[in-house]
Nanobody
Framework: QVQLVESGGGLVQAGGSLNLSCVVS????????VGWFRQAPGKERKFVAS???????TYSDSVKGRFTISGENTRNTVYLQMNSLQPEDTAVYYC????????????????WGQGTQVTVSS
């Protein structure tokens, strides 16, 4: 089993920044990819970014150039630095882990955190 715990969400004004953290514990050897997804009310969970020891970093088009995903091996932590936040970035952000190359579909990820709320006011 793999456990993921997100933190760092909150309320921020448009144009501001937040840095989300995801601590990965348990059988971390199976978490060859770690990703971030987000889900706005009434909408499906969507891919944001992933970090894979196999294929590197990938981003959705909507966040490319504004968000940066990074990892810290010694602390088993993955970060999502979010800059130039906009109201449309408002969502619950989830961290996920997968064994293998990172899939774009949320349905194919194996382990999930509980989520952290990000709210961007205009």
């Amino acid at each position: 089993q793999v456990q993921l715990v997100e933190s760092g969400g909150g309320l921020v004004q448009a144009g501001g920044s937040l840095n989300l953290s995801c601590v990965v514990s348990g059988r971390t050897s199976v978490a060859s990819s770690v990703g971030w997804f987000r889900q706005a009310p009434g909408k499906e969970r969507k891919f944001v970014a992933s970090l894979s020891w196999i294929s590197g970093r990938t981003y959705s088009d909507s966040v490319k150039g504004r968000f940066t995903i990074s990892g810290e091996n010694t602390r088993n932590t993955v970060y999502l630095q979010m800059n130039s936040l906009q109201p449309e970035d408002t969502a619950v952000y989830y961290c996920a882990a997968h064994l293998g190359a990172p899939p774009r579909s949320a349905a194919h990820w194996d382990y999930w955190g509980q989520g952290t709320q990000v709210t961007v006011s205009s």
